[in-house]
């Protein structure tokens, strides 16, 4: 006898529409749903299990999904799942995954199944905090290790092993108990009190200077987390590296110069005091930019909060308005179906067409009085905005005037000492001796003057462009604000005027069907 296998599948429109219609609403409700056309981002489950899908595709506008499964097919690597934010529940058991990848975004996973694949290495779960059950039995895990990985799951309670070489391991049920406390089931039963003696009893000390190396490392974590949040909140404000000497350090780093000339006598205590001075006019602008950092986050909360509210009032009073139409609506329907007489049934269906029409006026009315009150507020909001932003551009190009103006000075100066220590070189007048390749410098007027105004062209163009990149950022924030909110705005509309235009055809489609049945 033979047979033939089914060829697999990737996952195309076809396939997911269908699954949706299968699970999703039936009866009127389903009607109605199929008539509005599926909304991928308002599907909750999906199961696409037995379907012999070899590759994960056409996921990312499930972003509300909260279960997924995908068990008994043929996949051989987990992607495509980037989008799938809100999944809680995943099952892609009994499949051929070899490696555990594509999973980082899904931080609110609970339940993850991989049981019956080909993995052999527990990995890449590290954003997982969430997970509560893992089951990845029947797989290739054959070292004791992988166990240990599974000790950043605070939350883990139930884990499945079964099935893997590394339940072969001597010791591997105490192994487990000892080194992940938190767990309460593993491979299906519950850990009883003995399993957690013997386990406490016999890897006590190991576990322990475990417990201090973990301590150690989140706590090096932790302060690397924080400095990485403080750095965000400095580049937020657009100031980053302003706090410190940073940009006088990098005005020196790539000057080739700076160290010979910093050699010279006198200068160590100049660049002290351009150092100091300097340091205070960055550390200026850096107050300055989290001030208005402050600010400008006050001010785009403020907008986006009294957006949604005036959002959340119009809906109230669009759900009230649609809530007593629909009352009447269905009270008109069963009169409909009472009426035998065709002239009075006419004259109903038209009544009841002309309170469609006029139902839809009344939304669309309340939509165009949202959009100008929107509208409102996004003016003032941009006005607020471009003001606040002006003021701190303003304030800002000042104080690096004042660093231009302070490097010209230092640059006077440097000159002045460089000219000042070559006459005594050629007059054979310095008492102190000087290195080698500062006494190149020192060969005649023209290349004493060239390295410094070298020196000097190079501090301009840092200070330059630090002004210019701080500026061409905060300038790049609120005009790519402005245009997101503008964009959002304009897709809230569209869909609100396409949600009530399709309830009000399905309205007048219901009245034509009712009136053809009556004709035969």
Same mark, same amino acid.
Request: net charge negative; aromatic share 8%; with cysteine.
């Given at each position: 006898?033979?047979?033939?296998?089914?060829?697999?599948?990737?996952?195309?429109?076809?396939?997911?529409?269908?699954?949706?219609?299968?699970?999703?609403?039936?009866?009127?409700?389903?009607?109605?749903?199929?008539?509005?056309?599926?909304?991928?981002?308002?599907?909750?489950?999906?199961?696409?299990?037995?379907?012999?899908?070899?590759?994960?595709?056409?996921?990312?506008?499930?972003?509300?999904?909260?279960?997924?499964?995908?068990?008994?097919?043929?996949?051989?690597?987990?992607?495509?799942? =980037?989008?799938?934010?809100?999944?809680?529940?995943?099952?892609?058991?009994?499949?051929?995954?070899?490696?555990?990848?594509?999973?980082?975004?899904?931080?609110?996973?609970?339940?993850?199944?991989?049981?019956?694949?080909?993995?052999?290495?527990?990995?890449?779960?590290?954003?997982?905090?969430? $997970?509560?059950?893992?089951?990845?039995?029947?797989?290739?895990?054959?070292?004791?290790?992988?166990?240990?990985?599974?000790?950043?799951?605070?939350?883990?309670?139930?884990?499945?092993?079964?099935?893997?070489?590394?339940?072969?391991?001597?010791? /591997?049920?105490?192994?487990?108990?000892?080194?992940?406390?938190?767990?309460?089931?593993?491979?299906?039963?519950?850990?009883?009190?003995? !399993?957690?003696?013997?386990?406490?009893?016999?890897?006590?000390?190991?576990?322990?200077?475990?417990?201090?190396?973990?301590?150690?490392?989140?706590?090096?974590?932790?302060?690397? &987390?924080?400095?990485?949040?403080?750095?965000?909140?400095?580049?937020?404000?657009?100031?980053?590296? $302003?706090?410190?000497?940073?940009?006088?350090?990098?005005?020196?780093?790539?000057?080739?110069?700076?160290?010979?000339?910093?050699?010279?006598?006198?200068?160590?205590?100049?660049?002290?005091?351009?150092?100091?001075?300097?340091?205070?006019?960055?550390?200026?602008?850096?107050?300055?930019?989290?001030?208005?950092?402050?600010?400008? !986050?006050?001010?785009?909360?403020? /907008?986006?909060?009294?957006?949604?509210?005036?959002?959340?009032?119009? #809906?109230?009073?669009?759900?009230?308005?649609?809530?007593?139409?629909?009352?009447?609506?269905?009270?008109?329907?069963?009169?409909?179906?009472?009426?035998?007489?065709?002239?009075?049934?006419?004259?109903?269906?038209?009544?009841? *067409?002309?309170?469609?029409?006029?139902?839809?006026?009344?939304?669309?009315?309340?939509?165009?009085?949202?959009?100008?009150?929107? =509208?409102?507020?996004?003016?003032?909001?941009?006005?607020?905005?471009?003001?606040?932003?002006?003021?701190?551009?303003?304030?800002? #190009?000042?104080?690096?005037?004042?660093?231009?103006?302070?490097?010209?000075?230092? *640059?006077? #100066?440097?000159?002045?000492?460089?000219?000042?220590?070559?006459?005594?070189?050629?007059?054979?007048?310095?008492?102190? =001796?000087?290195?080698?390749?500062?006494?190149?410098?020192?060969?005649?007027?023209? !290349?004493? !003057?060239?390295?410094?105004?070298?020196? *000097?062209?190079?501090?301009?163009? &840092?200070?330059?462009?630090?002004?210019?990149?701080?500026?061409?950022?905060?300038?790049?924030?609120?005009?790519?604000?402005?245009?997101?909110?503008?964009?959002?705005?304009?897709?809230?509309?569209?869909?609100?005027?396409?949600?009530?235009?399709?309830?009000?055809? /399905?309205?007048?489609?219901?009245?034509?069907?009712?009136?053809?049945?009556?004709?035969?």
């Amino acid at each position: 006898m033979s047979w033939k296998q089914d060829e697999p599948n990737v996952m195309d429109e076809e396939m997911l529409q269908q699954a949706i219609v299968e699970q999703g609403p039936q009866g009127q409700a389903g009607k109605i749903a199929k008539k509005e056309g599926i909304q991928y981002e308002e599907v909750l489950q999906l199961r696409l299990d037995f379907r012999n899908i070899l590759k994960i595709y056409h996921l990312w506008h499930f972003t509300s999904l909260t279960k997924l499964q995908l068990d008994n097919n043929v996949i051989e690597r987990i992607e495509g799942l =980037e989008n799938l934010t809100n999944l809680i529940w995943l099952d892609l058991s009994f499949n051929n995954i070899d490696v555990i990848e594509g999973l980082d975004s899904l931080v609110k996973l609970q339940d993850l199944s991989l049981f019956n694949n080909r993995i052999s290495v527990i990995e890449k779960l590290d954003t997982l905090q969430n $997970l509560h059950i893992l089951s990845i039995g029947n797989n290739a895990i054959a070292l004791l290790d992988n166990v240990l990985y599974l000790r950043k799951f605070k939350n883990l309670r139930s884990l499945n092993l079964a099935g893997n070489a590394i339940c072969d391991e001597e010791n /591997f049920k105490i192994f487990v108990t000892a080194y992940l406390p938190d767990l309460v089931y593993l491979d299906y039963r519950l850990l009883d009190e003995q !399993t957690r003696e013997t386990a406490f009893a016999k890897y006590q000390y190991a576990v322990e200077e475990m417990q201090h190396n973990e301590l150690q490392e989140q706590e090096a974590i932790e302060a690397q &987390k924080i400095s990485n949040e403080e750095l965000q909140l400095h580049k937020d404000a657009f100031v980053e590296f $302003l706090n410190g000497a940073q940009l006088f350090d990098s005005m020196f780093a790539e000057d080739p110069d700076a160290e010979k000339l910093a050699l010279l006598p006198g200068m160590e205590a100049l660049l002290e005091t351009f150092k100091s001075k300097m340091e205070a006019l960055c550390v200026q602008i850096f107050d300055a930019g989290l001030a208005q950092l402050a600010r400008r !986050t006050a001010e785009v909360e403020s /907008f986006f909060t009294c957006s949604h509210e005036a959002v959340a009032d119009n #809906q109230r009073r669009a759900a009230q308005t649609a809530a007593d139409f629909e009352n009447s609506r269905r009270q008109k329907t069963v009169e409909i179906k009472q009426i035998a007489d065709t002239e009075l049934l006419k004259a109903h269906i038209t009544s009841c *067409h002309e309170q469609a029409d006029q139902f839809s006026e009344t939304l669309m009315s309340l939509e165009l009085q949202l959009v100008d009150q929107l =509208e409102d507020i996004f003016k003032d909001f941009e006005r607020n905005i471009s003001d606040m932003v002006g003021g701190f551009i303003e304030y800002v #190009q000042g104080i690096f005037a004042l660093c231009r103006d302070l490097e010209n000075q230092h *640059h006077e #100066q440097q000159l002045e000492i460089a000219l000042a220590t070559l006459e005594k070189v050629v007059k054979s007048e310095l008492e102190e =001796e000087i290195p080698d390749d500062v006494a190149m410098l020192l060969v005649d007027k023209d !290349t004493v !003057t060239n390295a410094v105004s070298a020196s *000097h062209d190079t501090h301009l163009q &840092k200070i330059d462009n630090r002004e210019d990149e701080l500026l061409t950022r905060i300038n790049s924030w609120m005009s790519g604000l402005l245009k997101s909110i503008h964009n959002d705005e304009v897709k809230r509309n569209r869909k609100r005027i396409s949600e009530i235009q399709n309830y009000i055809s /399905f309205v007048k489609d219901e009245l034509e069907d009712m009136a053809s049945s009556e004709d035969n």
